[in-house]
């Protein structure tokens, strides 16, 4: 038996591709007969709580930093960090687990190493995007800039103060190993699916159909956050040739984020608010309903850093739901999409490209049951939570020097 403590950036009940992948690691180390506690930053957002129990899940809270320096632009990132290493040395010495296990940003891997250094414990690191690559895509730094470069800095200082890297797919493994750390230290946790929790897509309800003006339609969709860097703007680029080749094309975008006044706007400009539906965010229960409604989901990330080296859990879902999908050719994608076998992958950027591929596919139905066999089939076999989880035993035994599974 042994004790794991996390350290988080967010966890549910907010919902992102962070909080989903978290939860799962977590049942799934639990599954092993590990004991697993959880804390999370500020970032969590105001609470007055010390905890939180969130499906079965207990998860330790830190309070907002408060005082003029959390008000300074760089001083707010240093009281985080100091508010949640007060907060992390409290459980720990309450807890007292066998390993700490910080989770991306390096705001939550610097205070972690000091707490596991005063206690005597191995820490690890988990990184799931390098912050300054994140920062690019969020607009607070250019790639190059003197932030990026100091950024980039403290997360190559912060790997190599941890006693082993675990990583979330081969793309950031490289990256680290450039960085001058050992291979043997780093260790890739795949994204991956709960196929158990994802159902095979079923017809469109009739009822939401109507209300979204979809009878009859060919729908082209995304489900998810409207960051910039999934790229939804090239799909809008390329409807209009979509339209021509298909004047029944619909793009359903089912959610929101910082690029959704933007899109809308784009929308408006190419004449196209009849073609493009926004939903709005919808409940996480009723995801599955308007997945359902979807013809050909696409993925449309574009080139750049954050899309290269890191690997979605979309196409997974996408797989394990028995849905046809494009994707774009970025590194992150080509890692988990094997071309006209799996998914559909075109060339990043291209808007031309990104229209043929989804006319081809709409255009050449006999080759969607196959598709959808070898999707599913991949998450069934290789890419699920258990296969991944098991590359944590190896990594934990060497620096506890025992076997934490029998």
Excluded at 77 to 91: C, N
Excluded at 260 to 277: F, Y
Aim: aromatic share 6%.
């Amino acid at each position: 038996m042994i004790k794991i403590l996390h350290v988080l950036d967010h966890s549910i009940p907010l919902h992102s591709g962070y909080t989903f992948r978290t939860a799962a690691l977590l049942r799934e180390q639990r599954a092993l007969g590990w004991e697993t506690y959880h804390l999370t930053s500020p970032k969590q957002g105001e609470t007055s709580a010390q905890w939180e129990d969130v499906d079965g899940l207990r998860f330790h809270r830190t309070p907002l930093a408060r005082g003029t320096l959390a008000s300074l632009p760089i001083g707010k990132e240093l009281a985080l960090m100091k508010q949640l290493e007060k907060r992390l040395e409290e459980v720990a010495r309450d807890v007292r687990p066998d390993i700490i296990h910080a989770h991306s940003p390096v705001l939550n891997i610097l205070p972690a190493i000091k707490v596991a250094r005063r206690l005597g414990i191995p820490v690890v690191y988990e990184i799931r995007a390098f912050w300054e690559d994140a920062a690019v895509d969020h607009g607070s730094t250019t790639e190059g800039s003197l932030r990026y470069r100091a950024t980039r800095k403290l997360e190559t200082r912060a790997i190599q103060q941890a006693d082993h890297i675990f990583t979330i797919c081969e793309g950031l493994r490289a990256d680290i190993v450039a960085r001058g750390t050992p291979a043997n230290k780093v260790t890739v946790i795949p994204n991956a699916v709960d196929v158990d929790s994802f159902k095979l897509a079923s017809p469109p309800d009739p009822q939401l159909q109507e209300k979204w003006g979809l009878i009859g339609k060919t729908v082209v969709g995304f489900i998810g956050s409207f960051y910039a860097y999934e790229g939804l703007d090239l799909l809008l680029d390329a409807l209009p040739e979509m339209i021509r080749q298909r004047p029944d094309v619909r793009v359903l975008l089912v959610g929101g984020g910082p690029q959704e006044e933007n899109l809308r706007q784009q929308a408006e400009r190419l004449g196209l608010n009849e073609h493009v539906i926004f939903t709005g965010r919808v409940p996480h229960k009723e995801v599955g309903r308007y997945y359902d409604l979807i013809n050909v989901l696409a993925y449309p990330r574009h080139p750049m850093r954050l899309t290269e080296l890191v690997t979605p859990l979309k196409p997974l879902e996408a797989m394990a739901q028995g849905q046809l999908f494009v994707a774009s050719d970025v590194g992150g994608h080509k890692e988990l999409v094997e071309h006209n076998k799996t998914g559909i992958l075109f060339k990043a950027g291209d808007r031309d490209a990104l229209a043929q591929a989804i006319s081809h596919l709409l255009n050449d139905p006999e080759s969607w049951p196959e598709i959808k066999k070898n999707g599913r089939h991949f998450v069934e076999e290789i890419r699920n939570w258990p296969n991944s989880v098991a590359n944590y035993v190896t990594p934990y035994s060497q620096l506890l020097g025992r076997q934490v599974v029998s």
